[in-house]
Structures are given as structure tokens and as C-alpha cells.
Nanobody
Framework: QVQLVESGGGLVQAGGSLRLSCAASGRTFSSDAMGWFRQAPGKEREFVAGISWSGSSTYYADSVKGRFTISRDNAKNTVYLQMNSLKPEDTAVYYC?????????????????WGQGTQVTVSS
């Protein structure tokens, strides 16, 4: 069974940091683009960050550029999201996703594999 399992969410004060992890199992994702999305209450799900299968290319939403960093460890079948300088508007459920068709489709939310999400809450 293919699974993506997020961890690392929690409650943090504004200006703080969190590191999210997404561990994949069931098959290797070393050839897949992977990424992070988030959904705040009452809002649409939005793209946050994406990374190519090799890790050589990364993409970010303008709202997180310069504050968030996506990385991956293919040997561990895991992708990470380092979130610094967190703001209350970053509060959302964060989801991991994987797509073998590349980052351009992934950024549009086209992905056959999704995690269950992890809650990030930033207090002011």
C-alpha cells in the first residue's frame, strides 16, 4: 500500500520555525516530483513548495519564498519542508503530494498520491 505520512506540525509562535517531514512507503518515490500544499479553514488548497525528482529544482509560492525551504532525501524516501519566520497566515493543514509527471503538473495540484495532512498553527 502506497502511503505518504506527514509529521512535524504543531503550535508555534510567530517568528518561530517548524520542520515538516513526509515519509513515503509502498514504493520508491525517487523518480517523482514531490511537494507541499496547505489548506486554511474556509480557503482553497494552495501550492506551497515543490521539488524535482533529483532535488536540483525547487519552486515556491510567492507567499513563502525566502522563508520556507523544501528538500528531499531519496535514500530515505522522505521530503522535508523547513519553515522559518512563521506568520499567523501560515496556519493551515499541510499536505504532502507526489507526482511522477513532474513539478509543472504537481504545482497545479495534479497528484495521485497525497498524505493525510499535519496541522500547523502559528500564534500571534
Amino acid at each position: 500500500q502506497v502511503q505518504l505520512v506527514e509529521s512535524g506540525g504543531g503550535l508555534v509562535q510567530a517568528g518561530g520555525s517548524l520542520r515538516l517531514s513526509c515519509a513515503a512507503s509502498g514504493r520508491t518515490f525517487s523518480s517523482d516530483a514531490m511537494g507541499w500544499f496547505r489548506q486554511a479553514p474556509g480557503k482553497e488548497r494552495e501550492f506551497v513548495a515543490g521539488i524535482s525528482w533529483s532535488g536540483s529544482s525547487t519552486y515556491y509560492a510567492d507567499s513563502v519564498k525566502g522563508r520556507f525551504t523544501i528538500s528531499r532525501d531519496n535514500a530515505k524516501n522522505t521530503v522535508y519542508l523547513q519553515m522559518n519566520s512563521l506568520k499567523p497566515e501560515d496556519t493551515a493543514v499541510y499536505y504532502c503530494a507526489a507526482n511522477s509527471l513532474g513539478t509543472s503538473r504537481l504545482r497545479l495540484g495534479v497528484a495521485p498520491y497525497w498524505g493525510q495532512g499535519t496541522q500547523v498553527t502559528v500564534s500571534s
